[in-house]
């Protein structure tokens, strides 16, 4: 579904995203993910997204066969897809460089590079919404999710003082703004803010 919406409205250079949904490991063009002991990952340079079992079943998304947080679920995946759009952009090759030029950076770059990815997902998940397909309670099984592996609640979780400068993906907050943001417009221009 991911790819078809996305092929309907990315245009020029469109390509597809191949998904892997293993329960021990998957070979990728980036090497092989563990997929007992990682969350999900994509890899660029064969435009593969992996999405472990174990992740989707533990307790962050608490997901099992009854549809139990199947939204979150969705979100996960809408999110990984949206690095699939950096990538056919050429936004995570900017990213790179610019990461390899200015490591005193390269975190607030990584978070920026994330919280794109949320509202990239989000926009895909607010024309699930325009189809009548969201049920009550999804939004608030996404927004969950995107508080519970928001950095600064990952890093309380495990014991850590909160550190900013170590952040890559963003705190809580900022991912469910990010997230808001792209189902709010529907525009990747706005998601593009991110980097202002």
Not at 93 to 103: F, G, L, Q, T
């Amino acid at each position: 579904e991911l790819n078809e919406f996305w092929a309907e409205n990315w245009g020029e250079g469109w390509k597809p995203a191949v998904v892997k949904i293993p329960e021990n490991s998957a070979s990728t063009a980036c090497g092989e993910i563990d997929a007992t002991d990682s969350g999900p990952a994509y890899c660029g340079a064969d435009s593969t997204m992996v999405l472990p079992v174990a992740f989707f079943q533990d307790q962050i998304i608490d997901a099992d066969e009854t549809l139990r947080n199947d939204a979150a679920v969705a979100g996960v995946l809408g999110h990984e897809f949206g690095h699939h759009l950096q990538t056919l952009a050429g936004l995570e090759d900017v990213v790179d460089e610019e990461s390899a030029k200015n490591p005193e950076i390269a975190n607030l770059l990584s978070v920026a590079y994330e919280l794109h990815a949320d509202c990239l997902m989000g926009i895909w998940m607010s024309s699930v919404d325009d189809e009548k397909r969201l049920e009550p309670g999804d939004l608030d099984e996404v927004l969950g999710a995107l508080e519970k592996i928001g950095d600064d609640n990952l890093t309380a979780e495990a014991g850590a003082t909160a550190d900013a400068g170590t952040f890559d993906h963003g705190t809580s907050e900022q991912r469910q703004v990010w997230f808001g943001v792209g189902f709010s417009t529907q525009d990747p221009e706005a998601c593009n803010r991110v980097f202002d």
